[in-house]
């Protein structure tokens, strides 16, 4: 009995530990990427934590830039997709990240400053990005994409 609960606890640990540790202490959690893009001036320099979906990556000569779609950020870093979403917003990442892995779709949430907004397409409109340095970054496994309980119970059989 001792065995099997000692078990538990380890893995309900285990659970806890894939959080990520984001310092935010310089964050301004009121600066969305929606409000950076209307105060350039004052936004920049600011340290933020934005979160959203990757929309698109690119690995540029010293640098790989990411293109994310924002949500609100709850208090663990997390993006609520089930809000409405707050603008998008470009990511520098000094050095290469695999694109294969920052795809299309992943979660992906990051704290820095941000740097300056940037004039680009969104398809044949124009669009202001506020673009930010990331410092800390964190991509969401596959497997949370679709987040709901942290904490599964269960037994099951499977037949194919």
């Given at each position: 009995m001792t065995k099997h609960l000692s078990l538990l606890i380890i893995l309900l640990l285990a659970a806890c530990a894939s959080?990520?540790?984001?310092?935010?202490?310089k964050v301004n959690r009121q600066l969305t990427p929606e409000t950076a893009k209307q105060t350039p001036a004052g936004a920049k320099g600011q340290t933020v934590l934005w979160a959203g979906t990757?929309?698109?990556?690119?690995n540029l000569k010293?640098?790989?830039?990411?293109?994310?779609?924002a949500y609100p950020v709850?208090?663990?870093?997390?993006?609520?997709l089930k809000a409405k979403p707050s603008g998008r917003f470009l990511v520098n990442h000094a050095g290469y990240l695999e694109?294969?892995?920052?795809?299309?779709?992943?979660l992906l949430s990051v704290v820095g400053p941000i740097t300056g907004i940037q004039k680009g397409k969104l398809g044949e409109t124009e669009y202001t990005y506020p673009?930010?340095?990331?410092?800390?970054?964190?991509?969401?496994p596959k497997s949370s994409q679709k987040r709901g309980t942290r904490v599964?119970?269960?037994v099951g059989v499977i037949f194919h």
């Open positions: 959080l990520p540790e984001f310092d935010t202490t990757i929309l698109s990556s690119k010293t640098s790989t830039r990411l293109e994310v779609l709850d208090s663990d870093g997390w993006p609520d694109t294969a892995d920052y795809a299309k779709g992943r673009v930010i340095q990331a410092e800390q970054k964190y991509l969401w599964h119970f269960g």
